[in-house]
């Protein structure tokens, strides 16, 4: 079985290409990281270490890479063979891939009569949709209508800190012991990817709004509250009494919200709330706040970690969500240097004020209370 696998990062290394590895795939990695490709197509192996007490290592076979931008037809050319295609690159690069993934297709189509899922393992709802909307832009309308008959865009929800990488060997992964996989089944095209570590559900909504609403909300929270009071490691933020009572409230807010949608057990919940603070805390992993922080436009948006729960907070209680605007207010207050949209960001706000700065990144109307209640966490 041959897998094809769209960014050789982080997750995609420690944790998708392990599972794809022990599902018995073959899997080539594509990304635009050259002395990554290189050690991969030399090693042809690498390892996974568990950042644990007691550290357990996975090497991870059968692996090689492509360099997307010097060799696009060897891409293509995977994409063609391939039994599974999944991405993990980032939301903000799903569009960047999209035109040599419509092109894989597109060939694929004149020879392979086999059905294809590609899965995209971004943090954001509905990344696969996504995907796939942007890949159609690159087809016509017939062959949209061929790819719809052979080819799944499953959504899924996918859960493992792994935070950067600072071995020597640049292939070497150090992730947490915990993961969740959860891939849409009623999206899949031809025979459910024979992966054990996939959980499949028929409606993935409950579990990827679980997921991004408690573990990224509270990342974020840890990210941009520890970052304002000087922390670097969010193991080390979290231990701050101030970080922590903010994340924590922001977690009720958004927990509160995921209980009155989905109908969740609020015991469970909170025992999911509590096993989750207990991993950011895991003594073994160093997880910069940079990393955690990284984005902050993608994550002040209207769909993502704080603005939506936020606004759900609002409609279903009628109240204040008081915490996840501190944590907003201290997201619009992220300075650092080396994060694009971190710079952009602060340019938008000395150039056009916090108010309209927020109403544009979150995609609020003048009016909407939220704007208020930010502004007064920001004072
Ligand atoms: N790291 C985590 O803890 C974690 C956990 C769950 C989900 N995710 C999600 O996984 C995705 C990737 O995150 P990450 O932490 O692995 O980031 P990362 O930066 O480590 O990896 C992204 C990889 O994509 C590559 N890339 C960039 N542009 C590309 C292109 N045009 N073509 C091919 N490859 C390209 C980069 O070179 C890099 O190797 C994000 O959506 C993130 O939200 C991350
Ligand atoms: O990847 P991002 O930038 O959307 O979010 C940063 C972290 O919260 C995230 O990578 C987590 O580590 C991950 O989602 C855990 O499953």
């Not at 599972?19 to 197509?41: C, E, K, M």
């Not at 270490?49 to 891409?75: F, H, Q, R, Y």
């Not at 929270?221 to 409230?249: F, L």
């Amino acid at each position: 079985m041959h897998a094809v696998h769209f960014g050789a990062g982080n997750i995609g290394r420690g944790f998708i290409g392990a599972l794809l590895y022990q599902a018995g795939y073959h899997t080539t990695f594509v990304d635009v990281n050259d002395s990554i490709i290189r050690a991969l197509n030399s090693e042809e192996q690498y390892d996974v270490v568990l950042a644990a007490e007691e550290s357990e290592t996975l090497t991870v076979k059968n692996v090689s890479g492509i360099n997307s931008i010097s060799n696009p037809d060897a891409v293509m050319q995977a994409i063609v063979q391939a039994d599974i295609v999944t991405t993990a690159v980032g939301p903000n690069i799903l569009p960047v891939i999209s035109e040599l993934i419509a092109k894989g297709l597109r060939e694929r189509l004149k020879s392979n009569k086999q059905s294809l899922n590609l899965i995209a393992c971004e943090n954001m709802v509905g990344s696969s949709t996504t995907l796939k909307e942007n890949v159609y832009k690159y087809l016509a309308d017939d062959e949209q209508a061929a790819c719809a008959d052979m080819f799944g865009f499953p959504d899924a929800a996918v859960d493992r800190i792994v935070p950067n990488q600072t071995d020597e060997d640049i292939l070497q992964v150090s992730v947490e012991p915990y993961y969740e996989w959860v891939v849409e089944q009623t999206a899949i095209k031809g025979d459910r990817p024979p992966i054990s570590g996939i959980t499949y559900v028929n409606d993935l909504k409950p579990y990827i709004e679980r997921k991004l609403f408690t573990v990224n909300t509270g990342h974020a929270a840890a990210a941009y509250v520890g970052r304002d009071m000087g922390y670097t490691a969010i193991h080390e933020a979290v231990r701050d009494d101030n970080v922590q009572a903010i994340m924590q409230g922001a977690l009720q807010e958004s927990g509160e919200v995921l209980i009155q949608t989905y109908g969740f057990d609020r015991e469970e919940h909170q025992q999911y709330i509590d096993k989750i603070i207990e991993r950011f805390m895991n003594p073994y992993i160093s997880d910069e706040v940079t990393r955690v922080g990284r984005g902050p436009i993608r994550k002040l948006g209207p769909n993502d970690r704080l603005i939506r729960p936020a606004t759900l907070y609002m409609d279903l209680t009628g109240e204040a969500p008081k915490y996840l605007a501190k944590t907003i207010a201290a997201a619009l207050n992220y300075h650092t240097n080396g994060d694009e949209e971190a710079v952009k960001l602060q340019a938008m706000i000395a150039e056009q004020g916090y108010i309209r700065t927020l109403q544009i990144v979150a995609d609020l109307e003048a009016d909407d209370p939220l704007i208020d209640i930010i502004m007064q966490e920001l004072e």
